[in-house]
């Protein structure tokens, strides 16, 4: 999508959105020949269905057969070109672990390591550290690394991962890895092609320096090495971009984090599901537009619990009227990608996705995957959705004379 | 696609990928309402559509209307943008008469042609001079010209036309035609608008003048005149951007050019499309990819006959249990183009495309131009049937956290 066209275009009104994600809704048949949505029963998502449009979006748009991480998974709901916009892993991290990330800050993720007495990586992983070890390593960094003119950021993540951010005035994340990629290799001086990297370039080798000084009698976890360096990518933000005042109702970290990078206001989401259609009931007044995020669908696909997945799914379905009820101008239902619980991950499929508002052209009595791919919409990208959104809302003006 | 993304995601497995590839596959409708691939009788497909997703392809994604030729069609296919990556008319004509390049060629068409007495082009074909009688001409320039510096590389096509190579270093393809487009105008001299271009403009005007000197006493074929230079393209093969050790199983030169760009292997193919099978069958431990081409239904479309393209189709479904029998990770069927029987010619409709896989969503119980439609592919472009290919044989890493 044209995020300047959008910016040109878009108008504010008092019209409300709400775009529902169940993280990786889409799914494939188990063994009835169903899909975990078709096998869920649905009735007020396909009462919905039969009062909106439906079609399969492609999170990312034709890089077709490749799997979405949550990050692009989400940019592309949210407008941004996954693939042009892409945020670094380690900013991706930071933003699950937490850390509420500026435009000044660099991120990298960290694999605490072993190395032999040759200075060789005999373990990039330096045992499978427990979590319980390296967190009390991060903390050790934490308190005595010291690096000249910016402020260090260390949080734990699980077993032998961990994030570092690097927070201060002129830094880059035009660098690359120390991990040589296998044992028995010296890890790599973090290096740069562009000039302006060169103080990050300076930091990031003196934090390696002193972490291997300070961990050298750690053994297993005796050096560090850093991964997947990046800036705080510069989106356009959702006020100037949508002219929306746009919240965020999520529980995971991760997720309110890259609703942050959209400019959303991170709204504080109740307990499980029906605590976040409590908080979107709440707070209905004050916002134009919410993402509402529900994360069960995923996680019970990543378990390759085909069951739990249909269930969570019929309780959001339960839970259905009472959006309804607010009387959203537009209203879309769907995943930032799919996970089949047949593939126990994340997959590269189609999308079930379904938008209601008060002009639409309905082709189906229920929400699946099959009905989607013969929807009004087609098969479509995931990037075009929020301009469906604002079409729908009326919140868009027409495009020439 | 983006041909970096997928060289960054790619991993090498074991699984096997096919792309059976029935040249002008697409169809449409004759006497009767069905297509040739709806009137053929396809047990096979059938049974395997119900266990696949389906799609209509577009060979030239968004230049809907623009019917391809077979090199851009394939080229398509393999994954390359058919119009970013244009190979020049003289590199596929010398694919197509089986010259073997490599990346200091240079290739141009030649038409054989008649000059009055003023120098003026009064026949650009040669009043369609025979077929042999060109050949003998082919052989006396192969003889006696010759070129400072480098191999000139001759082969004749059908009647007046034939096709240079030029084989040296330095070499390039952005020179114009000598071709004036109609008669009554003299041939224009070979220009370019790039310094680097020099010592090619020179050896192809050299070229023409040596030409002239040799022919000038056979009229009418008295001058030659050179279109579509272009150089042997540096595509990224598979090899780097999919991790695939590919094949090519083909019976016409063309394909087996078009195949060598990308970097496949060409195989021995048998005899017949059985044959191409059998090949198949006994090379299946040596590779991981296997481009299998059949000529004989685009033939039969550009002969206008119905029934004989459907006799191939039937002659494929019933070798499909033997393809299926070697269990392919993922096996795609499709065409490089539509050739309608109705039309006699290739066409920009789109394209059948069915893609099995342990992961898939299926839509209909039959293989047609009608059910790939509403498949829940939709209409996608040609160019991401190898991301889809990599995907379903999850040969992939996830893209992003």
Chains 1, 2 share one sequence.
């Not at 499978?128 to 934490?142: C, H, K, T, Y």
């Not at 019929?314 to 009820?325: F, R, S």
Request: charge should be negative.
């Amino acid at each position: 999508m044209d995020l300047n066209l959008m910016r040109e275009l878009s108008v504010k009104t008092e019209a409300r959105i709400v775009l529902l994600v169940l993280d990786g809704l889409g799914g494939l048949p188990g063994g009835d020949g169903k899909t975990e949505l078709e096998a869920a029963r649905t009735p007020n998502f396909d009462a919905l269905a039969a009062r909106s449009e439906l079609g399969l979006s492609r999170p990312l748009g034709r890089q077709a057969g490749v799997s979405p991480g949550s990050g692009p998974g989400h940019l592309g709901l949210f407008g941004y070109d996954p693939v042009r916009y892409a945020v670094g892993r380690g900013i991706l991290s930071a933003l699950g672990v937490g850390i509420e990330l500026g435009e000044n800050d660099l991120a990298a993720r960290i694999n605490f390591a072993t190395r032999d007495g040759s200075g060789r990586i005999s373990d990039r992983r330096a045992g499978r550290i427990a979590s319980g070890d390296a967190a009390e390593l991060v903390n050790l960094l934490q308190k005595d690394v010291d690096l000249d003119g910016v402020e260090v950021i260390l949080e734990h993540e699980k077993e032998h991962r961990a994030v570092v951010v690097f927070r201060g005035e002129g830094l880059s994340g035009d660098l690359s890895d120390t991990d040589p990629q296998r044992t028995g290799l010296e890890p790599l001086p973090v290096r740069s092609p562009s000039p302006e990297a060169e103080k990050s370039v300076r930091l990031a080798n003196d934090f390696v320096a002193q972490a291997d000084e300070l961990l050298k009698d750690r053994h297993p976890a005796n050096t560090v090495l850093l991964r997947g360096f990046g800036m705080h990518p510069a989106l356009p933000g959702f006020r100037e971009t949508y002219k929306l005042d746009a919240a965020a109702i999520a529980s995971y970290p991760m997720y309110k984090g890259l609703s942050r990078l959209a400019g959303m206001e991170i709204l504080e989401e109740g307990e499980g599901i029906s605590g976040e259609v409590q908080t979107l009931k709440e707070s209905w007044q004050e916002h134009d537009f919410f993402f509402v995020h529900v994360k069960a669908t995923d996680s019970a696909g990543e378990d390759g619990d085909f069951g739990r997945k249909s269930n969570v799914i019929e309780e959001v379905d339960a839970l259905l009227p009472e959006i309804l009820d607010l009387g959203p101008a537009a209203l879309a239902v769907t995943g930032d990608h799919a996970t089949p619980a047949t593939l126990e991950s994340h997959s590269w499929h189609g999308v079930p996705f379904l938008l209601h508002s008060d002009h639409v052209l309905p082709t189906a009595e229920s929400f699946g995957e099959r009905t989607c791919a013969g929807g009004s919409l087609g098969v479509f990208d995931a990037e075009e959705i929020m301009g469906l959104l604002m079409g729908h809302a009326l919140k868009l003006n027409r495009y020439g004379a």
